[in-house]
C-alpha cells in the first residue's frame, strides 16, 4: 500500500489539529478509548462538541495553552493508501519544527483562517514550503461556518493567497484550494450542503488522488552507499555488495557507473533485495547491488551513473534554516552530513537574510540567528558529491552538526 507523507502549516487557532483530529473521526481511526478521553475532556472544558484537537496535542503545555509546539507524527489509512501527518506548529519561533516536518513531505496542507485571511504567518508557510519544493500544496481555507460559508470572502481569501503563488515556483497544477470547517466535518471527508457554490474535492479525496510515489522525484540516479556487505560465511566468501537507498532515477543490471569520489568506474553486476535478485531498481527502492570489478568503495561514497554526474566540489553556496540557539557566524567548523558522508567543513561567509515574504534578501547580516534563513558558503575539508537541490532533494540537502556538541543546528538546500 502506498504511502503519503503530509505536513500541515497555519497560524495560531487556524485549526490544523482540529482538522487532523476531524479526519480522523470521520475516517474511523480514533480508537475507543482516545474518543472516550476526548468526550470526557471535552465536556470537562465547558465544550458542547468534541475538542479533536486533542486527538494530536500531546504534550501538556499543548493541552493548556491549545497550540502546536512539537511536531506530532500521525498515522492513518483507507482502503486505498496509508497517511503519515506532521502536525507542525505555527509560531513563527517554531520555524525550525516546521522544516523538520515539510521535509520529507509530499504534500502539505496550509491552513487560512477565513475570517483573518493571508497572515505574516502564511507567507511564512508558504514560503518554506517553496523552498523545501514539497510538491503538491492544498490551501485549506477553515472556519468558514464562523462566516456563513461566503463563497465572496473564499474567492477573496483565494486572490490574496495568489499573490504569493506568483511570486513562487510553483504551477498552478499544484496548488489546490478548498473551503473547509474542520469542527463541523465540511469538505473534510464528506462534501458539504452548506457551499453549493464549490464543486471541486474534499479534502481527503484529493488526498486520495495523490500519486505517493512521486515524493521520490524523477532525475538522475544517486545511490550513496550506506554500508559495505561482506558475509562471514564461507560460501559468499567473495561476494562484496553495497547497501543503500536510491534516489533520483533507475539503475539497471549493465549500467556503466562512476563511484564519487574517487571517480572509479564499474558496471552493475547484480542488483538484490533481499535474497531475491532483480534487473532493475526503481528510484525510492533499498537494495544491495555489486560490480563487475573489485573496487574500493566505503561508507559515504555515491554510485552514479557515468553519463549523469553530479557535481563534485570542496566549496559550496547554500540558504540554511537555522535551527541553534548559538548563531551561526563566519569561521565556525561544523560537520556537514549529506546522505551518509559526514565532511568537516568550514562557514566561509554568511551573505545575509533571507525574508520569508518573497520581499528579497537582507546583505547587511552576517549572522543567522535562531530560526532565520539565509545563504552561506561552505568550505569543505574534502570532495563532496552533490545536486542543485532543485534539482535532486536528496543529494541538494544536508545538515550542520556543531562539532564540538553534536548538535543538529541547520539544515541546508544547496543552490
Not at 502506498?2 to 502549516?9: E, F, H, N, Q, R
Not at 507567507?123 to 485549506?140: M, P, Q, T
Not at 525574508?355 to 552561506?376: M, R, Y
Amino acid at each position: 500500500m502506498d504511502v503519503l507523507k503530509i505536513a500541515t502549516a497555519g497560524s495560531v487557532d487556524d485549526g490544523k489539529s482540529t482538522l487532523i483530529g476531524r479526519i480522523l473521526y470521520d475516517t474511523k481511526s480514533l480508537t475507543t478509548d482516545k474518543l472516550e478521553a476526548i468526550e470526557t475532556k471535552s465536556k470537562a472544558n465547558g465544550f458542547d462538541y468534541l475538542d479533536f484537537s486533542l486527538a494530536t496535542d500531546g504534550l501538556v503545555a499543548e493541552r493548556e495553552q491549545g497550540i502546536t509546539i512539537d511536531v506530532a507524527h500521525i498515522y492513518f489509512s483507507t482502503k486505498t493508501k496509508s497517511y503519515i501527518i506532521a502536525d507542525t506548529p505555527g509560531h513563527i519561533e517554531y520555524t525550525r519544527n516546521m522544516v523538520t516536518g515539510a521535509s520529507t513531505s509530499q504534500a502539505s496542507i496550509i491552513l487560512v483562517d477565513a475570517r483573518k485571511g493571508v497572515v505574516e504567518q502564511t507567507y511564512r508557510h508558504f514560503f518554506i514550503n517553496n523552498l523545501l519544493r514539497v510538491k503538491d500544496v492544498i490551501v485549506a481555507i477553515n472556519k468558514m461556518d464562523l462566516v456563513d460559508f461566503s463563497e465572496e470572502i473564499y474567492e477573496s481569501v483565494k486572490s490574496d493567497f495568489q499573490a504569493l503563488i506568483d511570486k513562487s515556483e510553483y504551477k498552478e497544477q499544484n496548488i489546490t484550494f478548498i473551503p473547509v470547517s474542520a469542527l463541523q466535518g465540511d469538505n473534510v471527508v464528506d462534501s458539504s450542503k452548506n457551499t453549493p457554490w464549490y464543486e471541486g474535492q474534499t479534502l481527503l479525496e484529493h488526498l486520495e488522488k495523490l500519486d505517493a510515489q512521486d515524493v521520490f522525484e524523477k532525475s538522475q540516479a544517486r545511490f550513496p552507499v550506506q554500508t559495505v556487505i561482506r558475509p562471514k560465511k564461507d560460501e559468499f566468501h567473495d561476494f562484496r555488495g553495497y547497501a543503500g537507498k536510491l534516489y533520483g532515477g533507475d539503475i539497471s543490471i549493465g549500467d556503466e557507473v562512476t563511484i564519487l569520489p574517487s571517480l572509479t568506474t564499474s558496471k552493475v553486476k547484480e542488483i538484490y533485495f533481499f535474497d531475491q535478485k532483480f534487473e532493475t531498481a526503481g528510484r525510492g527502492s533499498s537494495f544491495t547491488l555489486t560490480l563487475d570489478d573489485d573496487v574500493n568503495i566505503s561508507r559515504g561514497d555515491m554510485i552514479v551513473k557515468s553519463s549523469e554526474k553530479p557535481i563534485v566540489a570542496k566549496q559550496l553556496t547554500a540558504t540554511i534554516c537555522w535551527m541553534d540557539s548559538k548563531n551561526l557566524n563566519p569561521g565556525t567548523n561544523y560537520f556537514v552530513q549529506s546522505g551518509s558522508s559526514r565532511i568537516l567543513a568550514k562557514v566561509k561567509s554568511v551573505e545575509g537574510t533571507v525574508a520569508t515574504d518573497f520581499s528579497g534578501e537582507d546583505t547587511a547580516k552576517n549572522s543567522l540567528q535562531l530560526n532565520e534563513i539565509g545563504k552561506v558558503q561552505i568550505q569543505l575539508s574534502k570532495p563532496l558529491a552533490f545536486d542543485a537541490y532543485k534539482n535532486n532533494r536528496a543529494s541538494g540537502s544536508f545538515i550542520l552538526i556543531d562539532s564540538q556538541t553534536n548538535t543538529t543546528s541547520g539544515v541546508g538546500f544547496i543552490e
